[in-house]
């Protein structure tokens, strides 16, 4: 069995390495810190064909040149090169527009919140991922499922909007850097804040921020 483990931080990588070395002895890990460490190894080394499964941290340093932000471009660049491998998703987020977006994105094979993980919940995650089933944690699930009660959030536009309207940007602004029309963007955000029941954008983006959906 071949192992890639992308994570900056060398504490996480030794401990999924001997959680992995102690269910799979037999098994060959190789361990990335960074978006230019995993485009090289899975662009120029020939081993990197006989991947068998990655565990993908969301957030690593990126490597702009390439496109490579993070986790999701990370998955999709996999994904191209070796379609059979089986990618698992952690991240330390909770905010649910991240979650909905690596859903939808990065469509992992195995995904937690690393708040969630253990040796023994990790040994079952990659048990069921290498047998083919889907498993995501009860956080994940459950976000995943509230959000089919409230189409306006699963919707791509709509997170852009809150998560920039949570950064600072004016309505006014965002035509700039979501591609619909200014028309448009109002009424996303007038649908959201109906959902909410809030009056105005402040009070969109605490409503936001209280359900989840944003920190």
């Known amino acids: ?12 990588l030794e401990g999924y390495g001997n959680i992995i070395k102690q269910n799979y002895p037999q098994s060959k890990i190789v361990t990335l810190t960074n978006c230019t460490e995993v485009y090289n190894y899975f662009d120029t080394d020939s081993n990197a064909i006989f991947t068998d499964i990655v565990l993908l941290d969301f957030n ?3 490597y702009l040149q390439k496109k490579l932000k993070n986790g999701i471009d990370v998955a999709s660049l996999i994904r191209k090169k070796i379609p059979f491998c089986k990618i698992v998703l952690l991240t330390a987020h909770t905010e649910k527009i991240f979650i909905l977006d690596i859903i939808k994105e990065a469509k992992p094979d195995g995904f937690y919140t690393k708040g969630e993980l253990n040796p023994e919940n990790l040994k079952k995650l990659i048990e069921n991922v290498l047998n083919h089933n889907k498993i995501y944690s009860d956080y994940i699930q459950g976000t995943f499922i509230e959000s089919l009660h409230d189409k306006s959030l699963i ?3 709509n997170r852009q ?16 850097i979501i591609p619909i029309s200014y028309s448009a963007i109002q009424k996303r955000i ?5 959902v909410m029941e809030v009056e105005d ?8 921020i209280k359900q989840g959906y944003l920190s």
């Not at 909007?161 to 700039?176: F, P, R």
């Not at 007038?190 to 109906?194: G, H, S, V, W, Y």
């Not at 954008?201 to 936001?208: I, N, P, Q, R, S």
């Open 1 to 12: 069995m071949n192992f890639v483990l992308i994570d900056d931080h060398p504490f996480i």
């Open 60 to 62: 690593i340093p990126a």
């Open 155 to 157: 919707d791509d536009y």
């Open 161 to 176: 909007i809150l998560y920039l309207l949570s950064k600072g940007y004016k309505i006014i602004e965002l035509d700039k």
């Open 190 to 194: 007038a649908k959201m804040k109906q």
């Open 201 to 208: 954008d402040k009070g969109l983006v605490k409503a936001a």
